[in-house]
C-alpha cells in the first residue's frame, strides 16, 4: 500500500484564538471536534505506523495524576490554543479529568481570566505525577529548553510534539518529531493524540493489562 501524501494546511475545526476566549467559559474549541475527520485521517494512517506512535503519547497524556497536572505549554510565538481546547472537550467529553488541560503562557495580559492567566512560574512548581505538554514546530528557543530541564529535574513527566529538534526529544519522556515534509502536518498529529488521549476504549485496555500485570504479581486466587 502506497503512502499517501497529505499537503497544505490540515485543518478538522475552527481554531481558537486569545481574541475568541472569554473570561466567563474555560478554553474551548469552537464547536464540536469533528470525529468524523479524525476517523478518516487514521484509516488513511492505518499501515504507516503513526497511529500507534499518537495512541502511545495519548496513552501518556492520561497518566497525568489530577486535573489542572496537565500543564501544556508553546514557544513565546505559538501558544498552543488548538490541542488545550481539544484535550478540555476530550477531559469533558470521555469523562478523564486528568485531561483537563492547564495552558502556560509566556506573557499573560493584564486581566485576564484566571484559566488564562498562568504564566511560566507553574512550571517551577511542576512535580512528580504531572505532565508538561511541550508543543513547538520549530526548533524549541533556549528558554524554553531550560525551563523543561527544570520541570523534568522536579519529576514531572515530559512529553512533546516537535517540529525534529534533538535537543527538546533528548529531554522528554517521550516525543513524536513531525517533520515539516512528512507524512502528516504538526496540526495533524495534534488532533491525533488528543483524540488517542480521550479514546474510551484505551481506558478498558488498560485496565485489562492492568489486571494481567496483578494476576502475574500476585499469583492466582484461590478459591473456597
Known sequence: MSRPEMT?????????????????????????????????????????????????????????RSPGGLL????????????????????????????????????????????????????EQAARGETLFVLTEQRAPVPLLERVDDARRTGATILAIEGGDPELAGLAHDAIAVPLDGLVTFDGAQHLVSAAAGEVEQRTRLRDRLARLLDKVSGPQMTD
Request: aromatic content about 4%; glycine content about 8%.
Open 72 to 123: 501544556v505549554v508553546g514557544t513565546p510565538d505559538e501558544e498552543p490554543w488548538h490541542v488545550t481546547a481539544h484535550l478540555s472537550d476530550e477531559a469533558r467529553l470521555s469523562g478523564l479529568p486528568q485531561l483537563a488541560p492547564t495552558l502556560v503562557r509566556w506573557s499573560p495580559p493584564p486581566g485576564a481570566p484566571a484559566h488564562l492567566s498562568v504564566g511560566l512560574d507553574r512550571l
Open 8 to 64: 497544505g494546511k490540515h485543518s478538522l475545526c475552527q481554531p481558537i484564538t486569545p481574541e475568541s476566549a472569554t473570561p466567563r467559559c474555560p478554553v474551548r474549541h469552537h464547536g464540536v471536534m469533528d470525529s468524523g475527520s479524525v476517523a478518516f485521517l487514521r484509516e488513511l494512517l492505518a499501515e504507516t505506523g503513526w497511529l500507534e506512535r499518537t495512541r502511545e503519547l495519548g496513552l501518556a497524556l492520561r497518566a497525568t
